[in-house]
């Protein structure tokens, strides 16, 4: 079965492959202070338990993705990063609807993420995709001057 989401701007979402590692290790270094190597997501690409989706044009090219861990009935949203020239076009709420369908097929049935709590940008995209804010951890996220931001945890029931 061929699994494919509409997306706007042109683009559609479907599975990410094991040749996609190197295009999402770019997009998200252009989203986060601490990027991941290119082997992290291939690792990831090859695992049943941490399906990746991506947002890509008819040729393949990748806008954005989400990638999740699925543990028993609890899915956890790992990162989630669109290319910056594609931002602002509901890419990345059109990745979470794909995520959120697609899990209904999985055990998970509830859904937890973090965020830091001066990334607005996120927070705003999770209030809209349902998400709430369940607890905050303090000093979870270092950032370039030393300091370190609090995290939310934020969490969604699925289906
Ligand atoms: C967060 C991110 C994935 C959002 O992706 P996006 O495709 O630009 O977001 P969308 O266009 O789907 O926006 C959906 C909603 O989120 C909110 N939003 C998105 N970008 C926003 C911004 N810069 N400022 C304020 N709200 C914003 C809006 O409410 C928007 O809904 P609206 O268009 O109806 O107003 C993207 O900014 C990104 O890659 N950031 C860097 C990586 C990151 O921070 N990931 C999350 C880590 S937890």
Known sequence: ????WMAPAGLHIEPGQPK???DLARIH???????????????????ADTPVYVACDAKRKIAGF???RIAADEAELLTIAVDPKWRG??????LL??????LMMS?????FLEVSEDNA???KLYGKAGFTTISARKGYYPKPDGSAATALVMARDLG
């Open 97 to 102: 609807k794909a995520t959120f369908d697609d």
């Open 121 to 123: 940008a996120a927070i």
């Open 20 to 22: 996609d590692a190197s």
């Open 66 to 68: 989400a990638l999740i």
């Open 29 to 47: 270094a252009q989203g986060f202070y601490r990027g991941w190597p290119a082997g992290e997501f291939t690792s990831f690409l090859n695992e």
């Open 107 to 111: 055990p998970a049935r509830r859904m």
């Open 89 to 94: 076009k509901r890419v990345g709420q059109a």
């Open 1 to 4: 079965m061929i699994k494919l």
